[in-house]
């Protein structure tokens, strides 16, 4: 796999079938070890992260939410909990993730689509949360057109993501998890070393919140603010669709 980043805004990816199929086996062989390394590696911050992502869920209009890039179901079971009359839908392009996540959200709708394609109406749901998945798409504006269209008017897009960080105190963090634990740390623990190192580059690749904020606007959403999570490491953007 080449060490190009992975949501690369200066050009459409000509090989985005190519991205797309290994990613997904990445993520199918990683499955097994993905709860354990995501609380290890996290030292379990990563569940604050969600709690903070599925109150800005709970601000959205009332109606159906889709989860995207959902994994093992972490944040769809959070919203179906917080929100018990509406529907949930969990889309990932990983079979063997949504699996291991469906026993955490019965009531949860799992299906297995690529998030550039997603087969549903426009308009049709209320809110879309995306957990750590935005940077592993193939086209980020793409994918962020892709939500807009799903969405219905006034609805709400909230994304949890690892961005490339833009404070020097956050950028040696990064650089420290990037190059030292996740592919060490996720090599030992999973057996794929490869995958981890993968994910590190991810990371890398991405672009700041800033500049997701940019991509937002310009592919049509308003009111968009994102704030930060533990000195930068993880960051939260919330956009809206006009009404």
Known sequence: ?????????????????KHHAAA????????????????MLSAGTDRLWRARAVAEIERAPSGP????????LDLA???????????VVAVDFSPAMLALGARKAPRVETVV????????????FAAVVCGFGMRNLADLTLGVREVRRVLRPGGAFVTLELFRPARITARALHRAYA???????????SGDPSAYDYLARSMAGFVTRTEYEDVLRSSGFSLVAGFDLTLGVASIVRAEKAA
């Open 113 to 124: 689509a690529d998030a550039l394609h997603l087969p549903f109406d426009d308009g049709s």
């Open 179 to 189: 190059r030292v634990v996740l592919p060490t740390i996720g090599g030992l623990v």
């Open 24 to 39: 997904r086996g990445m993520f199918e062989r990683i499955a097994p070890t993905y709860d354990l390394l995501n609380r």
């Open 1 to 17: 796999m080449s060490a190009a980043p992975i949501a690369d805004l200066s050009a459409r990816r000509s090989d985005q079938d």
């Open 65 to 72: 939410v889709l989860d995207l890039c959902a994994g093992t």
């Open 77 to 87: 079971a959070a919203v179906a909990y917080r929100r018990p009359l509406d529907r």
